[in-house]
C-alpha cells in the first residue's frame, strides 16, 4: 500500500497571503488529522476529519480551516497568514477514528511565510 | 486540560546499550498513548502504543511501561543503534503530545 502523501511538500508564501495543502490519505483510510509542528510548541493538532465530518478540534484560531472529501482525501486552509504559521504541517491517516487505531504520518508540508 | 511532556530534551547513549526515554502526564489524557519516533525531514512513525488498562506492552526491541499511579510513561529501546538516533516523543491519543527527545546512539 502507499503511504500517505502531502503536496507540496515545500512552500512559501508571504503575509497576509492564503494556503491550501493537500493529504491523500492510506488507500481504505476514513480519518485524516492535521498537525502543525514548530521548534517552539512541538507537535499540535489541529483538527481530524472522519467520512467528510469534522471529529475533534485543536486550539487554533479560526483562519485554519479543513475538509475532506467523500475519497477522504483531506484539504487544510490557512487563510491571512502569518510569520508564526511557519511550520511543518502533517497529516496523518487512521482507520477508525473511533477506536485509535495506528495513526500513519505523511512526509509533511514545510510552509515558510515571509 | 491534557498535556504530555518528556523529561529530557537530549538523550546520548553507546551503541549496544538500554535507552530509556521518559515521558509524565496530566490527570485528563487521553485512555491509550503512543510513542513516535521522527528522523531528520521524515514524519513521525508509529514505535508502539499501551492502553490505560494495561502497564507494560512488548514490541521488537522496545518496551513502553505505564505508571498510572504518577502518571508517567516510559519507552525502553534494547541494545541501542544507530539506525535509532532519532526524536522521540509521547502522545496521548490523537491530539497531545510532548516535545520531544533527541537520541544519539554514539558507535
Known amino acids: 500500500k502507499a503511504g500517505v502523501t502531502q503536496t507540496p511538500r515545500y512552500l512559501i508564501k508571504t503575509r497576509g497571503q492564503q494556503v491550501t495543502l493537500s493529504c491523500s490519505p492510506i488507500s481504505g483510510h476514513r480519518s485524516v488529522s492535521w498537525y502543525q509542528q514548530t521548534p517552539g510548541q512541538g507537535l499540535q493538532f489541529l483538527f481530524e476529519y472522519f467520512s467528510e465530518t469534522q471529529r475533534n478540534k485543536g486550539n487554533f484560531p479560526g483562519r485554519f480551516s479543513g475538509r475532506q472529501f467523500s475519497n477522504s482525501r483531506s484539504e487544510m486552509n490557512v487563510s491571512t497568514l502569518e510569520l508564526g504559521d511557519s511550520a511543518l504541517y502533517l497529516c496523518a491517516s487512521s482507520g477508525d477514528s473511533l477506536r485509535g487505531e495506528t495513526q500513519y504520518f505523511g512526509p509533511g508540508t514545510r510552509l515558510l511565510v515571509l | 486540560g491534557e498535556s504530555v511532556g518528556l523529561h529530557l530534551p537530549t538523550l546520548s547513549v553507546q551503541e549496544g546499550d538500554n535507552s530509556i526515554i521518559n515521558c509524565a502526564y496530566s490527570?485528563?489524557?487521553?485512555?491509550?498513548f503512543i510513542w513516535y519516533k521522527q528522523e531528520s525531514g521524515k514524519g513521525p512513525q508509529f514505535i508502539i502504543d499501551?492502553?490505560?488498562?494495561?502497564d507494560k506492552r512488548q514490541g521488537q526491541r522496545v518496551t513502553v511501561l505505564l505508571n498510572k499511579t504518577v502518571k508517567h510513561l516510559s519507552l525502553q529501546i534494547a541494545a541501542t543503534q544507530p539506525g535509532d538516533s532519532a526524536v522521540y516523543f509521547c502522545?496521548?491519543?490523537?491530539?497531545?503530545f510532548g516535545d520531544g527527545t533527541t537520541l544519539t546512539v554514539k558507535p
Open positions: 490527570n485528563s489524557a487521553s485512555d491509550y
Open positions: 502522545g496521548g491519543g490523537k491530539s497531545t
Open positions: 499501551i492502553r490505560s488498562n494495561m
